[in-house]
């Protein structure tokens, strides 16, 4: 049986959440249908929390009687083969499945006619840019943080830059660390460098998940505030408070990558690093979108 609406796996961290989000959502806007979230996944990884519930997007999550038929929350090699084998045989399986070929744009994504199961990261806006206007709305957060209010006003006040450090897993975990991989110093210098000589009366927000390392290791000729955050909520609000700085300086990361796009400043500058992952296997060359500047 066809479904009636695009069902997307949910997995991973905000900002994983967000961009599976946002390529399900838009091709639900496409094809005129509903939206409905599978966040099985998150509760077998047991490592990230469900975002998503905070802002006022438009879907439903799954109840559990309606993920019977549905490719397991983790899926190995054989799912993925299940997957190809259910968007030519659809009538053997309880849906079609959708699997990006890899981690750049998959172009088949733009010819799916009928509402599927997504499996996938869509770390790139070619999913959905069409759709900008509709997904600012929807990733507006539910409650205005009151937590967030102070920062906030400063960062208004001035020509804020958001400058983002990821460390944690990308440090501590031998695998992401593989893959992934850090932002060295070196690439934050050239990228202060290079924007102070653009605007010179920057102030730099620094976000990150380890504080104590950033205050150790920075040091710019600039104000710099550090965003120190430690309510249940604050992914959400230092998300929140990114989006509102004028400029940005991401990390290799989905996180600040949102950070950076949900801003709404015409002459808004974001400096990206130009090797995305460690693993040169990986193929990010449609992460970052064109008018960002690789560094």
């Known amino acids: 049986m066809w479904p009636e609406n695009v069902i997307v796996r949910i ?20 094809l005129g249908c509903g939206l409905q979230l599978d966040i099985r996944a998150i509760h077998a990884n047991g490592d990230r929390p469900y975002h998503l519930g905070f802002y006022n997007i438009r879907a439903d999550i799954l109840e559990a009687t309606q993920t019977i038929g549905l490719p397991e929350a983790r899926s190995g090699r054989l799912g993925r083969f299940k997957s190809r084998l259910s968007q030519f045989l659809p ?13 750049a744009f998959d172009p088949r994504f733009d010819r799916i006619s009928k509402p599927t ?3 996938g990261y869509w770390q790139t806006e070619r999913y959905f840019k069409w759709n900008r206007a509709q997904l600012l709305n929807d990733v507006e957060l539910v409650t205005a943080p009151q937590a967030a209010k102070n920062y906030l006003k400063q960062i208004k ?9 990821r460390r944690g897993d990308y440090v501590n975990n031998v695998s992401a660390a593989a893959v992934h991989g850090t932002c060295d110093l070196a690439y934050y210098s050239r990228a202060v ?8 009366d ?25 965003v120190d955050n430690p309510s249940l909520e604050s992914t959400q609000i ?11 300086i991401i990390a290799n990361s989905s996180f600040s990558w949102w950070g950076a796009w949900l801003a ?8 990206a690093p130009t090797r995305w992952f460690s693993d040169s296997n990986m193929d990010a060359s449609d992460v970052v979108p064109q008018q960002w500047i690789r560094v």
């Open 193 to 200: 460098e290079d924007l102070g000589k653009r605007i010179s």
């Open 117 to 119: 199961y997504l499996v």
């Open 91 to 103: 009538s053997v399986f309880s849906f079609p499945v959708f699997w990006p070929n890899g981690f």
């Open 202 to 226: 920057i102030h730099l927000f620094i976000f990150s998940d380890d504080l104590e390392w950033s205050r150790q290791n920075l040091q710019y000729d600039f104000p710099m505030t550090f």
């Open 264 to 271: 709404q400043t015409q002459s808004q500058l974001v400096y």
């Open 11 to 30: 997995e991973g961290g905000l900002g994983n959440q967000l961009f599976q989000y946002a390529a399900a959502r838009s091709l639900a806007d496409r």
């Open 157 to 165: 006040a001035c020509t804020s830059v958001a400058l983002h450090i």
């Open 238 to 248: 230092d998300l929140e408070l990114m989006r509102h700085c004028k400029h940005h």
